[in-house]
């Protein structure tokens, strides 16, 4: 690959404020973009668990649209609005990459756009050479 390959969902903040859910650059680093718990507009599942696994989905959809999994997720960034809430949030990330074992930071912010979001996550993947 020698140019930059960009996924788009058509959420509606992307051509508002003109970004990209993910972005591929020619060394096969794919960076996506900060995923919440809003699908179709609402907010889907209420608690730090389940906003956390709901955002992950938003991010694997992404590198699915690229011919990733998250087996291939090399790095995760989670952005919480509670201290209180590290164990469910934690316990969603193991669950979904007990195997894989990305590096990972987790960081406490004010809040976020819509104060009904509790979690944000960032990921990194790294497609290896040779895979399409």
Not at 11 to 39: D, H, K, M
Not at 86 to 103: M, S, T
Not at 122 to 130: L, T
């Amino acid at each position: 690959m020698s140019e930059l390959r960009r996924v788009t969902t058509g959420a509606p903040w992307e051509e508002t404020f003109g970004y990209s859910r993910a972005v591929e650059l020619p060394n096969g680093l794919v960076l996506v973009s900060g995923c919440t718990s809003i699908v179709d507009g609402e907010i889907a599942g209420g608690g730090p668990y389940e906003q956390t696994v709901n955002a992950f989905k938003v991010a694997f959809a992404a590198l699915g649209q690229l011919g990733l999994g998250r087996e291939d997720v090399v790095r995760t960034r989670l952005y919480l609005t509670h201290a209180r809430d590290v164990e469910d949030v934690g316990r969603a990330h193991k669950e979904l990459f007990d195997a894989v074992r990305p590096a990972a930071s987790m960081i406490i912010v004010s809040g976020f756009v819509d104060p009904s979001l509790v979690v944000e996550v960032e990921v990194e993947a790294f497609r290896r050479e040779g895979a399409a």
